[in-house]
């Protein structure tokens, strides 16, 4: 029962598009920088590049994956049509809308300043007004997927919220909470700037709003693939889920603690004190927990799926599962990588490792192994699930799935680990062009070299994916029967009402906002005389 | 069970989450605030209030002491790039105080080696060295009479004007000429960094010239002078930092390429 599948599909295909179209200009900016290529003179290009390569991965695909997918589970899991169809097409074309108004002034070279931001570096208006509009369009999610699940609630007193739904609405909760700080920073800050209402603007401070959402947005991204881990893998490989209560902890632990901590992104900023980058260094280290609970969880399930095929004896039970199946192989790869970009994170948010490999390759590399590699692969998974209850076709091409898995587990592997590596060995990121011919550079050129060709294997697969869905689109129609979410070992009847709302966990999420972040914000906000004039990017000099 | 009141010690999950996010903010406020800033072998804590304070991030004294004052004068240049807006009028007025600038930078690039082709620098380069000039931080027998009797919109005209007309090409122009390691790299292991990065190409930063087309003999004097400190207004010795680690090989191919630019 899927009333609003061309609203999902619209959001899939327009999130896809935007990646395949990035993904591009992502390979490409791994060749010029890459000793394979001579010195990229204008190195102007290469940053409007990275510019648009990161806002279309960072801002607007994953957000319109999750948006997408919040919408099919609010139909799916709730068994009942989407309040608010009208809204969310709304808040799909507010998304649109400002994806374009920002990649106007980025192709026109008027906003080369990364995803990030990076005052008093200041583009374009139209670039913050474009990022903007992304974040409102995707308000009108989380606001939609509260008040679904709420109307559920008030027709099922006492019943607890189905777990998909449930993980939907932290989701929804922990963005909506996230997108304050760099909503803040634009508008308050960087937008008056931009207009030319002032001209200096205190990046410090910034940049501390911008670490608000920097961190958790990485776990708003997460989201979906948290919620395929619990919702459909074990489903798909006929087994059964092993923890309901487990599954919703994970998810409240991530809407309690994923947010009051990016200040571990500002370890070597001076304006924030040592005092609060322990803190938030110790709650990252927390963070670490739900993602261990589900590494648990799921682990657990497949043990449950295999012992169901008849799988004996600690280990024969892996031997037993189903490796045809393309969501059992997605997971495996999604959780190889999860597990050595989760132990470079332990490094990342350790305030003295942190000084080894801050603002080198090594972070590149690793928000790449979680992101595009442990969190898109299960985008692509989710994508192949949903795509014939959507279409109401079915998918056939399962060989060119697995082989177009496997190119994007092993080509992100090849993409990502000799990027580490440059990391430790010194080489900065954000950086346009590299003197391979200098004895201390020379070093890395190998490395630097291997990773375009892994490069050039996500290019590969991605073509692979359009494949896969263009052939689903083609093929002959079918009923795809019930969607189906996984089943608890243990189905839950009744649960303690602080494990079927987010009253609790939201108090508890601001609080700790106020704790880590408030009196760093305070004592910025009334610093005087720390404006630095605007760099304005692209205008005349 | 679902109708239990949540806000309340009594709810096990109310009292047990708030108790352990309470804790662990507490334990590692005790940490980073009291533990660790004594646990520094440097730290010069006077009390435990200082102690927080230095961990919080509260801006301290820091020691004063007469801070040495050079003997010359030095630019004190403030500039945005709003500054520098195009302005019809202001081109003009420009266009009429330029004809005194003519006799030596002459027009369509036919000046003197010895003086730097202005058209089409960017505005923010023309007005800094004017203002350099006025205020004698940067000093030249001919030059310097002239830039004293400016007034600030003169400068301003000046320098929209010189931004408005095109670039052109220099006499002896090669645009297949492949940039030397110096311009396109620079010399890391000495710190220097690339021409390009400020210069044009790679990047352009406010108040630098564009080099392409300029006269060799002018790029090697210039550098010449920051090498030895006769020429001094780069602020916080950007320039003379540069040219004092250029090797004479170096500075030769960096002005004759850049003259060889069109």
Known sequence: MLNSKRLVLAHFWLAFAVFGLALLLGEWQMFVRSPLNPWISNSELYYRSVTAHGSAMGYVFPTLIAMGFGYAITEFALKKPLIGRRWAWAGLALVAVGAVTAMIPVSLGLASILYTFYPPMIGNPFYYIGVVLVVVGSWIWVALMSINMAAWKRENPGKPVPLAMFANVAGAYLWGWTAVGAAIEVIVLILPVALGLKTTIDAGLSRVFFSWTLHAIVYFWLMPTYIAYYTIFPRAIGGRLYSDAMARIAFILFVVVAMPIGVHHLFADPQVGAGFKFIQSVFTALVALPTLVTIFTICASAELAGRLRGGKGPFGWIAALPWGNPMMLAVTFSFVMLGFGGAGGLINMSYQLDASIHNTQWITGHFHLIFAGAIVIMYFAIAYDLWPHLTGRSLDSVRLMKVQLWLWFVGMIVTTFPWHYVGILGMPRRMASYDYANPAIAPQALSVSISVFGGLLLVISACLFFAVLIRGHRAAQTDPGEYRFSVAVHEPVRIPVALNGFALWLTLMIGLTVVNYGYPIAQLLALKGNAVPAVYVGAAR | ???????????????????????????????????????????????????????????????????????????????????????????????????????????????????????????????????????????????????????????????????????????????????????????????????????????????????????????????????????RNDISEQMRNIARQMTAAEIDEAARYYASRP
Not at chain 2, 6 to 33: D, E, H, Q, R
Request: glycine content about 6%; aromatic content about 8%.
């Open chain 2, 1 to 231: 069970m679902s109708t239990d009141r949540l806000f309340t010690w009594k709810n096990p999950w109310f009292a047990a989450s708030v108790g352990v996010v309470g804790a662990m903010a507490v334990l590692s406020l005790i940490m980073g605030f009291v533990v660790l800033p004594y646990a520094t072998t440097s730290s010069q804590l006077t009390s435990l209030w200082d102690a927080i304070c230095s961990a919080a991030g509260v801006p301290r004294a820091t020691v004063t002491s007469e801070t040495a004052k050079p003997d010359f004068t030095t630019s004190n240049v403030v500039m945005n790039s709003q500054m520098f807006a195009p302005d019809a009028r202001s081109v003009g007025r420009g266009a009429t105080l330029a004809m005194q600038c003519a006799i030596c930078h002459g027009s369509n690039r036919q000046g003197q080696v010895d003086t730097p082709n202005l058209e089409g620098q960017p505005g923010s380069a023309v007005y800094k060295q004017l203002r350099d000039f006025k205020v004698a931080a940067r000093t030249n027998a001919i030059m310097s009479p002239f830039a004293v009797k400016l007034s600030e919109q003169d400068m301003l005209d000046l320098a929209a004007y010189y931004s408005y007309l095109p670039r052109q090409s220099g006499p002896h122009s090669d645009a297949t000429a492949a940039a030397p390691q110096i311009v396109a790299r620079g010399a890391p292991m000495r710190n220097v960094a690339a021409c390009s990065s400020c210069h044009g190409t790679t990047d352009a930063k406010l108040g630098t010239p564009w080099l392409e087309g300029q006269s060799a003999v002018y790029i090697k004097a210039q550098l010449q002078a920051f090498a030895t400190g006769a020429r």
